[in-house]
């Protein structure tokens, strides 16, 4: 039976039985720091679980796009763990519970195939159940009539299920077939879950749990407000059984690219070993993990994901590169994904057709990634042996931890790479070393981020504000000025205050404000508090834990205590060129999407007043010529003088009107929807121009890289942009002026300038050296005899270098007889300094002269060269005679 038949009967079956069917959120559609991918398929239904919102239906049914990060070490070496798969789950939100989850899941497996069910022998299913459900234990046998022995009790870290962070939880039962000896021993799911397979996990969410790690190690907070059931049968692993296959690599969504791999890398899966995965041969496993990890990242990237450095773009980063790096493992070192990429999509594209619409966009970016990794392994490689090769010489047996840092630091070079390079060289790698540094960088990162949002780490105390005293109503959005009371102050370590005085800086928290916090890009309002005779200056403004906004103000005047009235009032200048920016980056983000496709999104902003930054996916450079265009066509719109409309309305109804919504964003169920005309709409919480006319000009300063496929514009908003413009244009007027032609000919003239000038220097430094040496064979032949030496003593003229006074001896020299003995002293003054040089031929060698030792003499000590030619400098300018002079007394 086909993966997507699978899919099919199993919402078909549930739906008949009063299930609301609930497409599949994206892969990234979470909203907790803690858990960068949707794990399983209950996760969009959190908020109804703990009873936080209402549930609309009592029964749902879904196929859910899942990712496991803490799977992406076990892909391939068992026969039943992907990195992306699909979890098809029935819930129930206080309706239906142990009994109803039970004979629902055993009626639709056993069920046989010809009326709509998955045909699995009764005979061959276990279950688990945990230890202290005996009334699960007992639905089992006495309703459904399974033997006690294949009941297995099993603990909390089996048979309790939370998303791994605080949430929902329960006690499970899990659902086993025995696939026979051939898979491994006898004896159950606690001897051997390979050959014990567990493909479907009822869970029943009563309990609400807090903090911890591990599977065991947290808190149960208390009872949820209802009893409710949440099921996850692996997609994968029911193909993997229904297609008679060995692992969930060999059904129909995944063997194809295995294959290809096989095909491209020249190896034959399966060659040896049986049908046990941990037995597998490695390039089994290599070719698993390439099948695994490319139908992953295709997943992936069309939710869009996009490599990157952190967060979610990293685990892309880290599968797609694990790819390669088994392709490479199995001798193939050329780009792949241009063969494995299109297999993956027509794997995937019957059950999601957006991935084959999309593919263009998908396929950039991977193929993008695989480039640049290639590069990254060829450059790294290079500096990689220069150490290897540096360690061994110097008798060393290991790299050292900040070795293995560097390349992983400045060239991405993975530190598994560094380890099995080492290897092959026999060296060992600090690894441990290593990993100190890379802690080491991740906290630094870590507190600096944090530091710089929140001023302080620790966020207790706003938490503990926000609880006593609920949010804080924003009122921005349509007045500059409110009066209000102080709810608390805090001094900059996060410290209550009951008041403050003159001079103090603070922070601040009001019960509603006018107040933007720092948020999507957009930079704080600044302002005046004034509570009776205090008056407090605004400087930022900060939403450390969401619902609560924080001023941080300096007392400039009086006194403030907790509980004063307080009016709150904004510099109105500042928000408003702040809010024209942020208008002007939807239009950017809107008007990059007409020139350069769908795949034109928003990866950061800065709304600054007069100013904007944009960042954005893309994989290569914008042409000059666009970036033009978008300029332009920005500004047109500005003419048209559209309406800036804010509203707020569902996210579905949002999404429906093609808003620009950005994935992992935080958006509750209702959101704020800013459209500029018909020209842009945008899910958005900042404030904005009212008129796109009132931003005025849009200038676009520049477009830069900033990381694989991200790319930054900046541009000027406004008045700055007018006195941008106007600036350029006063500098070109001038050059104008200077250069005596019109304006459109300054760069022209420029050019031929500079290259005029660079002719001219060329010359004149020939004429300097002729001018130097035209005088040799006259000094040379005016040579005075002393005591049988030719002795000629100079001063080289004004214009001369060091170099053409070392010439011009040199010269002078080979002007005279070789057969007579010959000294030639140069003197050269510059920089009111005198320096010598002195040149001596061979006859005059021969009689003991050195011209290292006529300087040293001359100079005392200062200077040196060789017997033949030596210089010395440092003497005062006036000094230059006597330096002659002094040679000359030291000839024999
Ligand atoms: P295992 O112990 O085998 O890793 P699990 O206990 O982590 O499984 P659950 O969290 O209960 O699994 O998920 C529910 C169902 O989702 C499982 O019964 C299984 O069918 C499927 N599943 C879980 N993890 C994966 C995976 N990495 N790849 C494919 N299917 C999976
Ligand atoms: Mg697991």
């Not at 077939?177 to 493909?199: K, M, N």
């Not at 031929?752 to 060329?762: F, G, H, I």
């Not at 002293?825 to 031929?841: D, M, Q």
Request: glycine share 10%.
């Amino acid at each position: 039976m086909r993966t997507a038949e699978i899919k099919r009967r199993f919402l078909a079956y549930f739906e008949k039985d009063g299930h609301v069917v609930r497409p599949s959120v994206p892969l990234p559609a979470i909203d907790d720091p803690n858990l960068l991918f949707v794990n399983a398929g209950m996760v969009p239904f959190v908020p109804y679980f703990l009873g936080h919102r209402p549930p609309p239906w009592p029964r749902a049914a879904s196929v859910q796009k899942c990712l496991r990060t803490p799977d992406i070490e076990e892909v391939g070496k068992t026969s039943r763990h992907g990195t992306f798969f699909q979890m098809n789950g029935n819930f129930s939100f206080g309706d239906y519970f142990k009994e109803g989850a039970i004979t629902r899941a055993w009626d639709l497996v056993t069920k046989p195939v010809a009326e709509g069910g998955f045909g699995l022998d009764g005979d061959r299913i276990w279950v688990t159940v945990y230890h202290e459900d005996q009334e699960a234990a007992d639905i089992w046998h006495r309703v459904i009539g399974i033997p006690r022995e294949r009941i297995v009790f099993r603990g909390k870290a089996d048979n309790f299920w939370s998303m791994g962070i605080p949430g929902p939880c329960g006690p499970n039962t899990e659902i086993y077939i025995d696939r026979g000896p051939e898979y491994g021993r006898e004896g159950g799911p606690a001897v051997d879950e390979d050959r014990y397979l567990e493909f479907w996990n009822l869970v029943f969410m009563q309990y609400e749990r807090g903090p911890g790690t591990g599977k065991e190690d947290y808190p149960i907070l208390g009872e949820l407000p209802a009893k409710n059931v949440d099921t996850g049968m692996g997609l994968e692993r029911m193909a993997a059984l229904l297609q008679g296959v060995d692992n969930l690599y060999e059904i129909d969504e995944v063997r194809p690219i295995l294959d290809r791999a096989a095909e491209l890398t020249g190896t034959r899966y399966h060659a040896t070993g049986g049908r046990v995965a941990s037995e597998s041969h490695p390039d089994d496993v290599r070719l698993r993990i390439v099948a695994d990890h490319v139908r992953s990242g295709l997943m992936l990237i069309g939710d869009g994901v996009t490599p990157g450095n952190e967060g979610r773009g990293y685990v892309l980063r880290r599968l797609l590169r694990r790819a390669i790096r088994a392709m490479r493992l199995l001798g193939f070192e050329e780009p792949s994904f241009p063969h494995l990429f299109p297999v993956a999509r027509d794997c995937m594209s019957p059950s999601y057709p957006e991935l084959a619409r999309d593919f263009d966009r998908i396929s950039q970016y991977a193929y993008g990634e695989e480039e640049a990794f290639l590069s990254t392994l060829r450059a790294g490689t290079t500096i990689l042996d220069i150490a290897i090769s540096r360690t061994k010489a110097a008798g060393g047996t290991r790299l050292s931890g900040e070795q293995a840092f560097q390349l992983h630091d400045t060239y991405g070079f993975p530190i598994d790479l560094t380890l099995e390079i080492a290897a092959e060289q026999g060296l060992q790698v600090d690894e441990e070393g290593f990993r100190r540094l890379m802690a080491e960088q991740r906290a630094r990162a870590k507190a600096d981020a944090q530091a710089r949002k929140t001023g302080h780490v620790d966020l207790s105390a706003y938490r503990a504000v926000l609880e006593e005293g609920g949010e804080v109503e924003f009122t921005g959005y349509t007045e500059a000025a409110r009066e209000s009371r102080v709810r608390a102050l805090l001094d900059r370590r996060g410290a209550a205050l009951a008041g403050a005085g003159e001079g103090d800086e603070i922070e601040v928290v009001l019960d509603t404000t006018p107040f933007y916090a720092e948020g999507g890009g957009q930079q704080p309002d600044h302002g005046l508090i004034t509570v009776g005779d205090g008056k407090l200056e605004v400087f930022d403004v900060q939403s450390p834990v969401p619902g609560l906004i924080v001023h941080r103000a300096r007392v400039v005047r009086g006194e403030v205590r907790v509980g004063d009235t307080a009016y709150a009032e904004i510099d109105l200048a500042r928000r408003r060129a702040v809010s024209h920016s942020h208008t002007a980056t939807h239009l950017v983000h809107q008007t990059m999407r007409n020139f350069l496709g769908e795949s034109a999104t928003q990866a950061g902003s800065l709304n600054a007043p007069g100013r904007l930054r944009f960042d954005f996916n893309t994989p290569g450079a914008v042409p000059p010529s666009v970036l033009r265009d978008v300029e332009q066509q920005i500004n047109e719109v500005l003419l048209r003088d559209l309406e800036v409309r804010w509203f707020v309305t569902s996210q579905e109804e949002a999404l429906r009107m093609g808003a620009l919504a950005l994935f992992g964003e935080k958006y509750g169920e209702r959101v704020r929807v800013v459209e500029v005309g018909d020209y842009a709409r945008e899910l958005c919480g900042g404030t904005h121009a009212h008129r796109s006319s009132q931003l005025g000009l849009v200038k676009i300063l520049h477009e830069s890289s900033i990381g694989a496929g991200v790319r930054r514009v900046e541009a000027l908003v406004g008045l700055d942009a007018f006195r941008y413009l106007a600036r350029e244009h006063l500098l070109v007027s001038r050059l104008a002026e200077l250069f005596r032609v019109p304006p459109e000919q300054v760069a022209d003239r420029v050019e031929q300038t500079v290259a005029a000038l660079r002719d001219a220097e060329k010359e004149l430094e020939q004429l300097r050296t002729q001018l130097v040496l035209s005088g040799a064979a006259t000094l040379a032949a005016a040579a005075e005899d002393v005591r049988g030496t030719a002795f000629v003593a100079t001063e080289a003229p004004e214009a001369a270098t060091s170099g053409d006074a070392r010439t011009l001896a040199q010269r002078v020299c080979d002007h005279i007889d070789p057969a007579r003995p010959a000294v030639v002293a140069v003197t050269l003054r510059s920089g009111g300094k005198a320096s010598l040089v002195v040149a001596v031929n061979a006859a005059a060698r021969q009689h003991g002269l050195s011209a290292a030792a006529l300087v040293k003499g001359a100079l005392s000590g200062r200077g040196g060269g060789s017997p033949q030619l030596a210089q010395g400098g440092g003497a005062p300018a006036a000094e230059a005679p006597a330096l002659l002079a002094a040679v000359r007394r030291a000839l024999p």
